[in-house]
């Protein structure tokens, strides 16, 4: 008993366990920054050695020709598949937001939201298989194809985000519409989506990023080509991105590795510089929601 | 004030009132008498969930008259208000039960649709809520989704000049609405119900957020807008009520039928419920003795 009585007169220094209890305690916090620095660490070497190893391929001619010497037709046929991803994802994404927001009653919003995190979770592959049976056994491969299994990855990242700007839009917005006697869906036109669409297209934007390195179910549903030549014909398998360096990294060949190294860094890049301009663009449409 | 008679208390008024069928026949003697009633409300307890709110409410709203709500806050005169123009219906869990008749309809008959109410019984907010869009479109937006594209400017500046904000903004209509002062957000915001050409003004307590110059500002403009609307007014401010209003309705707390709900005290011309108030609760609170 004696023990856990503190001579208040005694000098502020740490006395018995707190000394024990100190070190633990940054030892704990040492692991922590080090998980965290680790964690920056990962995507500054993937970086670096993309960087490295892809600078050296890239030039103009690797930009805007074909197969041997660039990765035109790729570049253009991943272009094209996720703008039709996304022409199809991000109208359903955003409807459904609205239906989840706007007008769907509690219990009914929670189910849809957990629908769309579902989705989100699915494995791309298993996406891939999905299409390949539905689209492409006994028919042919095609970029339309691609498309859509991109558009079913794209929309609950599209609708996710779309509904967390949606719920950012003030409730006094909606009963200052209601009490004029306009109705619901007027008021989403004309109020509501204004006030959200700096916030959707970075959603938007972020899905394209990541639909654009999708390569699992694009192997399966458009990978029969051989990248010498721009295709435009989604009806028939289009030349990719992710698909292409998965070609030539798997050759023997290499200068196909130097190549594989380039596609990477525009790749990169790209999805780099999206998902850097999207959050910059959504942090300035949520101060200006916030005014 | 125009009524006749000894002050007394409305349920007894009523008693000698005509119904609301029998009123439109003569109404311009009923108008000349300030009898004509807009809102006949008939025992209305409203309930959330399991909690009552308010019981057993009975008045009649006057036209083109100013009809002022009083009481401590937590008594349910925002229930009641926002009752008049079924805001609530969005409230989970809302029921009413009595009846609210409204020129002689039931505003909760089963055939009543709520935006065309709305349409018609505006209601401005505590906190001011302009869109985030000009000031041309604020008032603009409504009646342009409702049809009323004719003459769209003259129709604007009519309303604007309703509200007496005309002069303030007619140089820079096409500025952005949150660049006003709160007191002509407010202003704009009855600018907006009148440009709908509404015929109830609902003002769910439109001063409690402003400075004292911009209060007076929207009182006075109540002043004008009398005689084109009939306006109701929930308000704190004993003063405001005394200054404005020619009807008020003193709220309180009823605690005789177990867990205490709001419930109407007093409703008598203006003057007699500061002067004279037949109910010691209402002298108690006019004269600063409780809330």
Same mark, same amino acid.
């Given at each position: ?291 | ?93 809302? #029921?009413? !039960? ?10 909760? +008959?089963?055939?009543? /649709? &709520? $935006?065309?109410? =709305? ?29 009323? #594209?004719? !003459? ?10 309703? +509200?007496?904000?005309? /002069? &303030? $903004?007619?140089? =820079? ?31 769910? !307590? ?52 177990? !867990? ?32």
């Amino acid at each position: 008993m004696s023990g856990a009585v503190v001579d208040p007169a005694a000098p502020l220094t740490p006395t018995g366990n707190l000394r024990r209890r100190r070190v633990f305690s940054r030892v704990a916090e040492f692991g922590a920054t080090g998980a965290a620095l680790f964690a920056v660490a990962v995507l500054g070497i993937v970086i670096y050695t993309v960087v490295v190893r892809g600078a050296s391929a890239l030039s103009f001619e690797f930009l805007v020709t074909g197969a041997p010497t660039g990765i035109a037709p790729a570049l253009v046929g991943t272009a094209l598949i996720v703008a039709v991803a996304t022409a199809i994802a991000m109208p359903l994404g955003v409807m459904a937001a609205i239906f989840v927001t706007e007008f769907a009653g509690n219990r009914v919003a929670g189910v849809s939201k957990l629908t769309l995190d579902l989705i989100n979770g699915l494995p791309s592959i298993i996406i891939g298989v999905f299409i390949f049976g539905l689209l492409v056994a006994n028919r042919t491969q095609s970029g339309f194809a691609g498309a859509i299994a991109l558009a079913i990855i794209e929309l609950p990242l599209i609708a996710r985000g779309a509904q967390e700007v949606l719920l950012l839009v003030p409730n006094n917005l909606r009963e200052a519409a209601d009490a004029l006697g306009v109705a619901r869906w007027r008021t989403v036109l004309g109020v509501i989506l204004p006030s959200a669409l700096g916030g959707i297209l970075t959603s938007t934007v972020l899905a394209v990023a990541r639909a654009a390195g999708e390569t699992a179910p694009l192997l399966l549903v458009s990978s029969v080509f051989d990248g010498k030549e721009v295709l435009l014909n989604m009806s028939e398998a289009m030349p990719n991105v992710p698909v292409r360096i998965f070609q030539l990294s798997e050759e023997a060949n290499p200068e196909g590795f130097a190549q594989a190294w380039g596609m990477s860094l525009v790749l990169v890049s790209f999805i780099l510089f999206a998902s850097l301009g999207a959050r910059a663009m959504h942090a300035r449409s949520r101060r200006k929601m916030s005014s | 004030m125009s009524d006749p008679g000894a002050p007394s208390r409305v349920r007894i008024q009523n008693g000698s009132l005509p119904n609301p069928a029998g009123a439109a026949s003569n109404g311009a003697a009923r108008r000349e008498l300030g009898l004509d009633a807009v809102f006949d409300v008939s025992d209305v307890s409203v309930f959330y969930g399991a909690k009552k709110a308010l019981s057993s409410v009975s008045l009649r709203i006057p036209r083109s008259r100013i009809t002022a709500l009083i009481g401590p806050s937590g008594c349910g005169k925002s229930t009641f208000i926002r009752s008049l123009n079924r805001m609530n219906d969005s409230v989970p869990a809302f #029921k009413l !039960e009595g009846q609210v008749l409204y020129h002689g309809h039931d505003l909760y +008959a089963s055939n009543v /649709d &709520e $935006v065309e109410v =709305r349409r018609r019984i505006g209601m401005v907010f505590q906190k001011p809520n302009p869109f985030p869009k000009s000031i041309y479109d604020n008032v603009a937006w409504a009646p342009r989704n409702l049809g009323l #594209k004719h !003459e769209l400017d003259e129709r604007v500046e009519q309303a604007l000049r309703g +509200a007496a904000l005309w /002069d &303030e $903004v007619k140089d =820079r209509l096409k500025d952005s609405a949150l660049g006003l002062s709160g007191g002509q957000q407010q202003r704009l915001c009855i600018a907006r119900a009148i440009a709908i050409e509404a015929d109830v003004l609902l003002l769910d !307590e439109p001063a409690s957020a402003l400075d004292p110059i911009a209060t007076a500002s929207i009182e006075e403009l109540m002043h004008s807008l009398k005689g084109r609307f009939t306006i109701v007014i929930v308000t704190h401010n004993m003063q405001q009520a005394a200054r404005v209003a020619d009807k008020t309705a003193f709220f309180g707390l009823d605690a005789s039928t177990g !867990e205490p709900a709001g419930t109407l005290i007093e409703y008598a011309d203006t003057e007699t419920i500061f002067n004279q108030p037949a109910d010691p609760r209402t002298r108690d609170y006019v004269t600063g003795r409780f809330g």
